[in-house]
């Protein structure tokens, strides 16, 4: 066993880069974040070197995202808000299902960069499937940082033996990210609204947060078994299985949570129900909308009177990324019996969240949203033509 906590061979790595090479960094709580530091020393070294970044739900402490004379990400979550504020990463506007095509098309690597847990099989990827795995299938040579600390949590096969090299180990297992705070009152009752919508054998999708909280909050206060199938898991769900709420396996492309969700997901993991699968399965829109019936229940930033939604940012931010919003939105629409849920607060920071012109590009359509929910109650836009729509979601932005 590695006595310290990580050990990364730069002259291995170094090996493997190209000259004017673009390196893919696996992405999430697991990402590779041991080999930070020699990546960043090789690129100041290089000069040449291109970068691309996925979902990081944390700074990336010790990735010097200078030293790279480009660096771009597909999707710029929490930890990446900063650096693409100041413009030192290029966020580039796709939704997570087309995230496989670009990473094996025009933004494919020459070498992708993994953390992966040592596994009776082989080298198991840990916490996170995400476009990874489509990356390694196109025949990306791999740079892998063994860590024993990653959750068993992945479906799919071993690394390939042939184009894997390993260039460090390490203890650190996933980043925690501990939970949001409390829901408020109005977002407990915005779960409220939303767990009044689901029917019965609901297959559920929602994001951690405040709101995400508040959902499963009234999930379990209402005592129906669902199905969970999110693009990201958070600690929630080992709630609703300590309640036996789970109808089915869960399913997720990232696991985003503390100590007691990475254990909960190795242990399914080690007796075969692995919980994270990558994008191709996750976000495929027909298996999305196929049954049970799904329930995309996801937030804004801000929504216009026709209900086209803005999750990216403010006129002076970036917030967040385009992400699987569309996809799940646009799959549970087309479910039989499932719902397009847009749940926001009414007001953020004291400016109303419903505008009449968005701050940023649409992120997902009016024609894509089936239900607008606030704390003031439910606009259930199905049916209803634009005048109506209107007149629908201003009802839920007044007392």
Do not use: K
Not at 216 to 235: I, K, M, T
Not at 380 to 399: C, K, N, Y
């Amino acid at each position: 066993m590695n006595p310290d906590p990580a050990t990364v061979d730069a002259t291995t790595l170094a090996a493997l880069v190209r000259r004017g090479a673009r390196i893919a960094v696996a992405d999430g709580c697991g990402t590779p974040r041991a080999a930070f530091a020699a990546l960043s020393s090789l690129a100041r070294e290089r000069g040449d070197l291109r970068l691309v970044l996925g979902w990081m739900p944390t700074v990336p402490e010790g990735l010097d995202l200078d030293a790279f004379v480009d660096a771009r990400t597909v999707m710029p979550g929490w930890g990446l808000r900063p650096a693409v504020t100041e413009g030192h990463v290029r966020a580039i506007p796709v939704r997570l299902s087309a995230t496989p095509a670009l990473l094996t098309g025009p933004l494919r690597p020459d070498l992708l960069l993994v953390g992966a847990a040592p596994d009776p099989r082989g080298l198991v990827l840990g916490s996170e499937v995400s476009w990874v795995r489509a990356v390694v299938d196109a025949g990306v040579p791999v740079a892998v940082v063994v860590d024993e600390a990653l959750p068993r949590a992945a479906a799919g096969a071993p690394l390939p033996d042939d184009r894997t090299h390993v260039v460090g180990h390490a203890r650190l297992g996933p980043n925690e990210v501990a939970g949001a705070a409390d829901p408020s009152a109005e977002h407990r009752a915005i779960g409220r609204h939303v767990a009044g919508l689901l029917p019965d054998g609901a297959r559920l999708q929602w994001a951690p947060g405040q709101l995400g909280q508040a959902v499963v909050g009234a999930v379990l206060e209402r005592g129906r078994p669902v199905h969970v199938d999110s693009g990201l898991l958070g600690d929630g769900v080992v709630d609703l299985d300590d309640a036996g709420l789970l109808a089915s396996d869960p399913v997720a492309t990232y696991l985003v949570g503390t100590q007691r969700l990475y254990a909960w997901a190795d242990a399914r993991g080690r007796a075969g129900h692995p919980v994270v699968h990558g994008v191709e399965h996750t976000h495929d829109p027909v298996r999305l909308a196929a049954e049970p019936p799904l329930v995309a229940v996801n937030t804004a930033v801000e929504i216009d009177l026709d209900g086209q939604v803005n999750v990216e940012g403010t006129a002076r931010a970036v917030v967040g990324g385009i992400g699987g919003h569309p996809d799940y939105a646009a799959a549970a629409t087309r479910s039989r019996r499932g719902l397009s849920v847009i749940a926001l607060a009414s007001t953020h920071r004291g400016a109303p969240t419903l505008v009449e012109r968005l701050s940023r590009p649409v992120t997902t359509a009016s024609h894509d949203v089936d239900a607008v929910v606030t704390e003031h109650g439910v606009a259930d836009l199905r049916g209803l033509d634009r005048g109506e729509r209107r007149i629908a979601l201003a009802r839920v932005w007044s007392p």
